[in-house]
């Protein structure tokens, strides 16, 4: 590799002023998992690295009541799984956490560098697009909250600019009659990136009937997808078997997958429709 100079910044004031004043040849590196890999196969060639990790203030987990989770970027995924405020608050999201990689990954690995790196093969993603999740977002010209559906643009391309640091991940408390899952499939070993993800959110009338149905599938296209129209055939109903496998038809058919090494497009949207129908009736059973 060539040489690069690294900077680290030891306070969050710091890190922008540096980032506002460096080029377009300056990235940010937080545990390095992703970021290492792309610069030894030349996929990034920076000429400076601004390393977040002396940052303290970004490596806090608490709830916050009305708010929700407020988990730092320099969290690791290994934190966000086992902190008993992430457990509490929202075990599927801590699930969703220690299902990515493994420990050695998860170790290193942040919140705020999983979602920045945007690979449309990550497990994060999807759950927090249907928890309806946010993150806040700070450069020199100041300080902004980006919505989870918004951030992704495309493989590897969030809405961040060059010099804007991901501070935070604020996911609000799902409402007192729902429940959440989230499902991953992997098609070559237990360790590897999902072929398919599936995060479901389903939140309940007195009644027992829908009142909201969150459907979002990862690491089948360049970003989460959300088919609003097949979750809305669920309000208002019960979910029934045969409407179950209505919407899981309805998602197979509107996603256009890609074709990866863990999975053509075909069979990718087999998958989806047995994901999809698996994670609305793990939302949906009475315990
Ligand atoms: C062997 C292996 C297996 C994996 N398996 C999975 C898996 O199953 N599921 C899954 O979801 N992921 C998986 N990953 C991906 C892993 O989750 C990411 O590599 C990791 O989360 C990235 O976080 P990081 O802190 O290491 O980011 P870095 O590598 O430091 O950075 C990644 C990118 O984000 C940018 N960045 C980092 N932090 C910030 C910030 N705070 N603000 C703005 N930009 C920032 C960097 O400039 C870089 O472009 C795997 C990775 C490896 C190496």
């Known amino acids: 590799m060539p040489n690069i100079k690294l900077l680290q910044p030891s306070s969050l004031g710091e890190a922008v002023a540096l980032l506002g004043s460096q080029n377009d040849e300056t990235k940010i590196i937080s545990g390095g998992t992703a970021l290492v890999i792309m610069l030894k196969n ?6 400076t690295l601004v390393s977040l990790g002396r940052l303290a203030e970004l490596r806090g987990i608490r709830h916050e009541p009305g708010t929700g989770l407020r988990i730092g970027a320099l969290v690791t995924l290994r934190d966000a799984e086992l902190s008993p405020i ?3 608050n929202n075990p599927t999201l801590a699930e969703t956490f220690a299902k990515v990689g493994n420990v050695r990954v998860r170790n290193a690995a942040t919140v705020g560098g999983n979602l920045s790196e945007a690979d449309y093969a990550s497990d994060p993603p999807c759950v927090l697009v249907a928890m309806r999740a946010r993150v806040k977002a700070r450069s020199v010209r100041g300080e902004r909250e980006i919505p989870l559906a918004e951030l992704f643009k495309g ?3 969030t809405a961040l600019a060059a010099d804007e640091i991901l501070t935070e991940l604020i996911v609000p408390d799902l409402a007192p ?4 899952a989230y499902l ?4 070559r070993s237990s360790e590897d990136r999902p072929c398919v993800g599936m995060a479901a959110v389903l939140e309940t009338q ?3 009937t829908c009142k909201e149905l969150r459907l979002v599938a990862g690491a089948v296209a360049e970003i989460p997808q959300e088919i ?3 979750e809305e055939r669920a309000h208002g109903q019960r979910l029934t078997g045969p409407l179950i496998e209505e919407i899981a038809q309805a998602y197979a058919d509107a996603i256009e997958p890609l074709s990866d090494l863990r999975g053509s497009a075909w069979y990718r949207k087999k998958i989806i429709q047995v994901l999809a129908r698996r994670a609305m009736q793990q ?3 009475v315990h």
Do not use: I, N, Q
């Not at 030349?42 to 000429?47: F, N």
């Not at 991953?184 to 098609?187: A, D, L």
């Open 42 to 47: 030349r996929l990034v060639a920076p000429s």
């Open 86 to 88: 992430v457990r509490g």
């Open 184 to 187: 991953k499939y992997v098609s």
């Open 206 to 208: 007195a009644d027992g």
């Open 155 to 157: 493989f590897y391309e």
């Open 228 to 230: 609003t129209a097949a």
């Open 283 to 285: 939302v949906s059973a």
């Open 177 to 180: 009659a729902s429940r959440s």
